[in-house]
T-cell receptor
Framework: DTEVTQTPKHLVMGMTNKKSLKCEQHMGHRAMYWYKQKAKKPPELMFVYSYEKLSINESVPSRFSPECPNSSLLNLHLHALQPEDSALYLC??????????????FGPGTRLTVT | AQSVTQLGSHVSVSEGALVLLRCNYSSSVPPYLFWYVQYPNQGLQLLLKYTSAATLVKGINGFEAEFKKSETSFHLTKPSAHMSDAAEYFCAVSGGNAGNMLTFGGGTRLMVKP
């Protein structure tokens, strides 16, 4: 099973709301990622977790707060977002973070609209 | 630093024609190279990957890619396009100090005409 699941599929939130995105994988992967993708652009890396510890934060604004409760779950907590944060948010996982040869498996994404 | 250039943001082919999507990379270390496909409103799906075992890599859905070190290229081909191949295709590189961090090309939208 090479599936990464994400919920919800769509999310509309106001600028004062607090919401969370959820990602889950059961492949035993030890690295998990959050990406942001704007229309007609490649995904941009936001965060990397390796063995449940935050390894990479690509200078993401603090209104995005990641959390890795266990090796299978990854959350992205959202608060006080701006309209320009509207995008497709993708989660991915891979066997490891080091080495470079571990392919990443992507989830279907959450389409976020900030009003 | 690593980089990827995909020549042609849009490629249009007729159904049954050869598909050729171009990818050139820059890397100071032996690269690992990947092709992903993205259908509308979906995530990315891995088509194939190069990890130095064989220069000609076969992937899913009839796609293949050839690693050419001298040309720093990893072009994606398929002998005969199907309507269902219409999608966005991303080439990506990883490796070296970047670990598993993927550096993506800008993407190529493949359109298939009946």
């Amino acid at each position: 099973d090479t599936e990464v699941t994400q919920t919800p599929k769509h999310l509309v939130m106001g600028m004062t709301n607090k919401k969370s995105l959820k990602c889950e994988q059961h492949m035993g992967h030890r690295a998990m990622y959050w990406y942001k993708q704007k229309a007609k652009k490649p995904p941009e890396l936001m965060f990397v977790y390796s063995y449940e510890k935050l390894s990479i934060n690509e200078s993401v604004p603090s209104r995005f707060s990641p959390e890795c409760p266990n090796s299978s779950l990854l959350n992205l907590h959202l608060h006080a977002l701006q309209p320009e944060d509207s995008a497709l948010y993708l989660c991915a996982s891979s066997r490891s973070w080091t080495g470079g040869y571990s392919e990443q498996y992507f989830g279907p994404g959450t389409r976020l609209t900030v009003t | 630093a690593q980089s990827v250039t995909q020549l042609g943001s849009h490629v249009s082919v007729s159904e049954g024609a050869l598909v050729l999507l171009r990818c050139n990379y820059s890397s100071s270390v032996p690269p690992y190279l990947f092709w992903y496909v993205q259908y509308p409103n979906q995530g990315l799906q891995l088509l194939l990957k190069y990890t130095s075992a064989a220069t000609l890599v076969k992937g899913i859905n009839g796609f293949e890619a050839e690693f050419k070190k001298s040309e720093t290229s990893f072009h994606l081909t398929k002998p005969s396009a199907h309507m269902s191949d219409a999608a966005e295709y991303f080439c990506a590189v990883s490796g070296g100090n970047a670990g598993n961090m993927l550096t993506f090309g800008g993407g190529t939208r493949l359109m298939v005409k009946p």
